[in-house]
């Protein structure tokens, strides 16, 4: 069957939300998984599957063609979880909590990452959750689209920050969820920056900084070569020179990291800074600390 030519229909569910769906399938033979969503506004026009949940529109990638019931029971789990997050960690038509609608690993550990790069697409768009069959959580990742973070959109560039412009900034209020996220920050992720990307990367699961820049500093400049870097746009921040970007970019993450650090764990100062690295231009670029507040 040609499931590209199966028509399209669309509908409320009993939420009275949209849903799309496409006619004429069977239903799966376990409705409860696995689906891959992405929070998308841009693109979910042309998508056989999706729904909205509040203010969020929500593309079903895998499977791509849904039935009724599937998008039915998948967009209703979604709004079961949305309501727990936006009433500050608790729903309260069920009683359940962010945890029993989330996976906790996932959410705070993809929270720390969007927040430290301060992605301005999370929980927007470009976001994704996987719900595994015959289990009632909501899992995070895999993460992508970060082309709007490292201070490299204007209006959204201080380091100083957190991103609140998103739904996030209701789940955040919920003391389960503060509680994980600096206990997590202090069990792995704060290693990950202090040992990996601003250390030597001996016995850390990430390479530091500088290994990356050399690995993607060829490719860079050849994309410089093909389509001339722009400096003029009214979205982004743009040097001339990819040395220059890679400088700020190391800048930027360093105040980014110190300013983190400061609020979510007693000991405020990560000293540790990537050493030099000689881009392929010949130019050294060295991270230098500013002065910012805390």
Known sequence: MDL?????????NDNHRYIRYVEGLNDPEDITGGYLLELDKIFSDTEPSCFHSFSATVV???????????ISYISLFFDEAQTCMRKNGRNPDTGKTLF????????????LIQQWILNNDYFVSSTFF??????DLLYSGPLWDCDASFGTLIGLDDPHEWNRNS?????????????????????????LLTDGLFGDGTGSAIRPFTAFIREI??????????WPRRTDSRLFTSKPYTWQNFNDM?????????????????????????????????????????????
Not at 60 to 70: D, G, I, V
Not at 130 to 135: R, V
């Open 217 to 226: 500093t060829p490719s860079a400049l050849m994309n410089d070569t093909l």
């Open 250 to 294: 190391l800048v930027w993450a360093a105040e980014r990291t110190a300013w983190m650090d400061g609020v979510l764990t007693s000991a405020p100062v990560i000293t540790k800074q990537p050493a030099d690295v000689t881009v392929a231009t010949g130019t050294k670029s060295r991270l230098h600390r500013r002065t910012g507040k805390r």
């Open 60 to 70: 079903c990638k895998q499977p791509e063609f849904l039935s009724r019931n599937a």
């Open 4 to 12: 590209e030519s199966l028509p399209t229909v669309e509908d409320l």
């Open 130 to 135: 996987y719900k595994p069959a015959d289990e």
């Open 167 to 191: 739904i996030s900034k209701y789940f955040v209020k919920s003391a389960a969820f503060q509680t994980a996220v600096t206990e997590i920050y202090a069990a792995s992720f704060r290693s």
């Open 100 to 111: 029993e609608y989330f996976d906790r690993n996932s959410l705070v550990n993809e929270y």
